[in-house]
């Protein structure tokens, strides 16, 4: 077996017959000596100016075994140990999944409707400026990975196996190209589907799935938890896994007023900046256009003073959308469908904030930057008391000008001309102000006239961590409870989150000492 890295121009589907002639090179043995060939990654190199596709291929001489990826069968589990899961997001539906193959049952709560009926309460938050609050761009089936901009890599592959998760994605309805290529992409047009297709396998293996079921306590019950839901619903188990992401502030309300084990966390906090992709495709490609070439992507990152100035959640060929989560807080994220059609490229430029950093909310304890990032998003929100987004051209926001007017936008609620450079956080401000030419010198023309900040883009990750022991995963104060994924501030993004609640099922089922068969 032989694993080597090649390249076939801008070609990214090689021919069957392409790949056998380089693997037959590679391996020194005739096209008939050759058994299993595969390719394992897929990655666009445009470093050298010139842009090619770069493949890392695994090839077999004919008789070897090819290693492929197992992913454990599902088992009915109608009447198996129910486990409560909270939120049916990326932590919960793959900790639920999981469940389901060790032979556990999963009870799914989630505040939200299913992931079709959610599509028209997010379009209605752009058309009537109304937004449901249990139902938009974060809560709902599929969480805020649901209509997201669907990039499936993660920088942290610690904790798990993040080819399990690649698997069940394409098992559900992804393209397989996920697989391989080094910047997975699903996007928005495809996700519902995919997991519509998880909850029927979770229904038809005997697990629950219940919408609108907002749980608004968690009490101690004889042997186990009982989840309360706001219609007064409840349902008891011996474990509860709690995957309700980071903007469910209703959860860290409540381990704090029990007094249950939190902290404060870092985030990063800042704009989301708008060019047109023709602009950011001139840049990465360096004038060179084919139809072939993807919309670029970029990634950029400073230091100022001691902080992180990163860009985050890129999304080439995307849109600009509201992921506020109720009236009087304007928050702002990006989305693109499969094909990343649009004519625009945005990406959150965000400043990262440690506890401690913003004098005045040490007072709120493990919720301070929680506590500041609400401040933030309302500040925002009263500005235009609307989902439309206060707004400032990136140069006027680095000499410190008011926009007398703006660029077009893809953000389809409006903008509104806004000094965002007074109305960011200083330690926020004064450190884009700083970044943004900087970037302009890395890539040339990002810092233009023409390029759009708009506010805010602040929940990055989760500002709070509800503490759990490393090993069992369960919560320092809560035995059994399994705080999981991006709300329980272990994860950041699809991946991450899918593996986190992967882990707590896992947890669950080692506490039980229940094995596979
Ligand atoms: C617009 C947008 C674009 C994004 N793009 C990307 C991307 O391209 N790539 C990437 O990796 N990440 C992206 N992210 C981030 C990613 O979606 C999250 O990191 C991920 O969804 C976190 O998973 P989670 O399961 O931990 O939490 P969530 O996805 O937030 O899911 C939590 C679930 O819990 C439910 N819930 C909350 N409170 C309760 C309650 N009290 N009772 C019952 N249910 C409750 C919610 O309704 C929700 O469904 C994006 C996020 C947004 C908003």
Redesign the pocket.
């Known amino acids: 077996m032989k694993e080597f890295e090649t390249s076939f121009g801008l070609c990214r589907e090689p021919s069957r017959d392409m790949l056998e002639k380089a693997s037959a090179r590679a391996l020194g043995v005739g096209t008939s000596g050759l058994g299993k060939v595969a390719i394992l990654r897929r990655s666009l190199d445009c470093r050298k100016g010139v842009c090619e596709y770069r493949f890392r291929i695994r090839a077999f001489v004919k008789g070897e075994e090819a290693l492929e990826y197992d992913i454990p069968e599902y088992r009915d589990v109608a009447d198996a140990m129910p486990v409560i899961v909270?939120?049916?997001?990326?932590?919960?539906l793959f900790a639920s999944l999981r469940l389901i193959m060790e032979g556990i049952k999963p009870v799914i709560?989630?505040?939200?409707k299913d992931v079709h009926s959610r599509r028209r309460d997010c379009a209605g938050i752009s058309r009537h400026g109304v937004i449901d609050p249990?139902s938009n761009?974060?809560?709902?089936?599929?969480?805020?990975?649901a209509?997201?901009?669907?990039?499936?890599f993660?920088r942290s592959t610690k904790r798990g196996d993040i080819r399990e998760v690649l698997y069940q994605f394409v098992r559900f309805g992804a393209d397989p190209d996920i697989l391989i290529d080094a910047h997975p992409h699903i996007g928005s047009d495809v996700l519902p589907k995919v997991v519509e297709n998880m909850r029927s396998c979770i229904i038809e293996h005997g697990g629950e799935c219940h919408f609108n079921?907002?749980?608004?306590d968690l009490r101690s019950s004889g042997d186990g938890w009982t989840a309360v839901c706001a219609d007064g619903t409840s349902y008891s188990s011996s474990d509860v896994i709690l995957?309700?992401?980071?903007?469910?502030t209703?959860?860290y309300d409540l381990f704090a007023q029990r007094g249950w084990a939190l902290s404060a966390k870092g985030f990063a906090l800042g704009v989301r900046a708008e060019h047109k992709q023709s602009l950011i495709d001139g840049i990465q490609y360096r004038g060179r256009r084919d139809p072939q070439l993807p919309p670029a992507e970029y990634s950029l990152l400073t230091q100022v003073r001691g902080r992180g100035v990163f860009s985050f959640?890129m999304?080439p060929g995307g849109v600009i959308?509201p992921?506020s989560t109720s009236e009087g807080e304007t928050v702002l994220?990006?989305?693109s469908d499969s094909r990343r059609s649009s004519r625009w490229a945005n990406a959150g430029i965000v400043c990262s904030i440690e506890p401690g950093d913003i004098p005045g909310y040490g007072k709120y304890g493990p919720l301070e930057l929680l506590e500041f990032q609400k401040n933030i998003e309302r500040r925002m929100w009263n500005f235009s008391k609307s989902f439309k987004a206060p707004a400032q051209r990136m140069t006027d926001f680095c000499i410190g000008r008011l926009s007398r007017n703006l660029p077009a936008t893809s953000y389809s609620p409006g903008v509104v001309c806004a000094p965002l450079h007074l109305m960011l956080p200083e330690q926020v401000a004064d450190r884009l102000r700083e970044a943004l030419p900087l970037f302009g010198g890395k890539m040339k023309g990002f810092f233009n006239e023409d390029a759009l900040l708009l506010a805010v883009e602040s929940?990055t990750s989760s500002p709070v961590r509800i503490l759990r022991d490393p090993v069992t995963f369960q919560s320092l104060s809560l035995p059994h409870v399994y705080p999981?994924?991006?709300?329980a501030g272990y994860?950041?993004?699809?991946?991450s989150?899918a593996i986190?609640?992967i882990c707590a099922a896992c947890a669950v089922a080692a506490e039980h000492h229940i094995t596979r068969s």
Request: net charge negative; proline share 2%.
């Open positions: 909270i939120g049916c997001g990326p932590a919960g709560l989630e505040r939200g249990d761009y974060c809560y709902g089936e599929g969480g805020a990975g209509f997201s901009d669907g990039k499936l993660t079921s907002k749980v608004t995957a309700s992401g980071h903007s469910a209703e959860f959640c999304c959308i992921s994220n990006g989305m929940r999981c994924g991006e709300g994860s950041g993004g699809i991946v989150s986190d609640g």
